[in-house]
């Protein structure tokens, strides 16, 4: 009797100890699948939804100094109050000139640019006014070059799609979100795809 009783506990502890690794067998194949280079991370959705620059690196902010920052006065609800009123102008909240200029001479130092000659580039805002760019804070702005390292990638005509974003906004063809992060993103595709384009139809 004493016999079969011993025999049935070796029975349950060995089921136990069956049990127990199997479960740290699953739990080690779901962390090593995790991580492990068959099963990569899937990226975020923000860093997905992001391509890469199609123009030079000369034409664009420093990602890290210059991220881009909105203005909170403005939003989607009342862009027909300020941005998308004819009587609205940028000049009601642009920086003062002094303000821009000693920043401009600090980014320059910053960027450790070749050309330290502040009358070479614009202050400019990555995010404009006219689409609820932040008017003041350094992240929002840099020195942006009038001659790049291509013809067509300087502040002139990064104006030029600041103005048809704008435009678009306005008519409703696009949302205030989506062109700020178009032009966040990458100017220039908008410039080659959308302004460029526009431009030799006329």
Avoid at 1 to 22: C, E, K, P, Q, T
Avoid at 47 to 56: F, Q
Avoid at 72 to 78: A, R
Avoid at 122 to 143: A, F, M, T, V, Y
């Amino acid at each position: 009797m004493r016999a079969r009783r011993s025999n049935n506990s070796v029975v349950v502890v060995v089921f136990i100890v069956i049990v127990i690794a199997a479960l740290l067998a699953h739990r080690t194949r779901q962390v090593t699948g995790r991580n492990s280079p068959e099963a990569p991370s899937q990226p975020s959705s923000q860093t997905a939804a992001v391509e890469p620059r199609i123009g030079p690196p000369d034409i664009y902010p420093d990602p890290v100094r210059t991220q881009g920052a909105t203005n909170p006065d403005i939003t989607p609800d009342n862009i027909h109050e300020n941005i998308c009123n004819p009587k609205w102008s940028t000049k009601s909240i642009r920086p003062p000139v002094n303000y821009t200029n000693r920043l401009k001479t600090e980014q320059i130092r910053e960027y450790a640019d070749a050309d330290t000659n502040p009358r070479d580039y614009e202050e400019d805002h990555l995010i404009p006014l006219e689409l609820g760019g932040n008017p003041k804070d350094p992240r929002n702005l840099w020195p942006e070059p009038y001659d790049t390292s291509i013809p067509d990638g300087g502040a002139r005509y990064k104006d030029k799609v600041e103005n048809y974003l704008h435009n678009q906004v306005c008519v409703g063809n696009l949302t205030l979100d989506q062109a700020q992060k178009e032009i966040e993103n990458d100017w220039y595709r908008v410039y080659t795809m959308s302004v460029r384009h526009e431009g030799a139809d006329r």
